[in-house]
């Protein structure tokens, strides 16, 4: 059963950074699947924030976390990363991670329907 586990969630200041992993398992191939990363807040849509191709050889990012945000995977740990920094309190949210329903797709996926199975989500709280 293909499991994606976030961690690194919790809460910090406005400025302050924070680094989220996402662990997937249950699947081979990793490294044939685009990953993403999303995020919500209660009320509100989930949004796009971050994805890499499977090839990790392009990345997408939503407009508001440009020069903030860094996505990475290693595909040797089955393992995909967001680097948070400057963080300010409009981040704050659950932010999920997500994998790609198609394989080796041609460009990095950022729609909520081209990803078929999510984690939990890890809650991130950026206080003033």
């Known amino acids: 059963q ?52 499977w090839s990790n050889d392009a990345t997408r990012y939503a407009d508001f976390v440009k020069g903030r945000f860094t996505i990475s995977r290693d595909n040797a740990k089955n393992t995909m990363y967001l680097q948070m920094n400057n963080l300010n309190i409009e981040d704050t949210a659950v932010y999920y991670c997500a994998k790609d329903r198609a394989r080796r797709r041609s460009n990095v996926p950022t729609g909520i329907g081209d990803f078929n199975t999510w984690g939990r989500g890890t809650q991130v709280t950026v206080s003033s």
């Open 2 to 53: 293909v499991q994606l586990v976030e961690s690194g969630g919790g809460l910090v200041q406005a400025g302050d950074s924070l680094r989220l992993s996402c662990a997937a398992s249950g699947f081979t191939l990793f490294s044939s699947f685009a990953m993403g990363w999303f995020r919500q807040v209660p009320g509100k849509a989930r949004e796009f924030v971050a994805a890499t191709k």
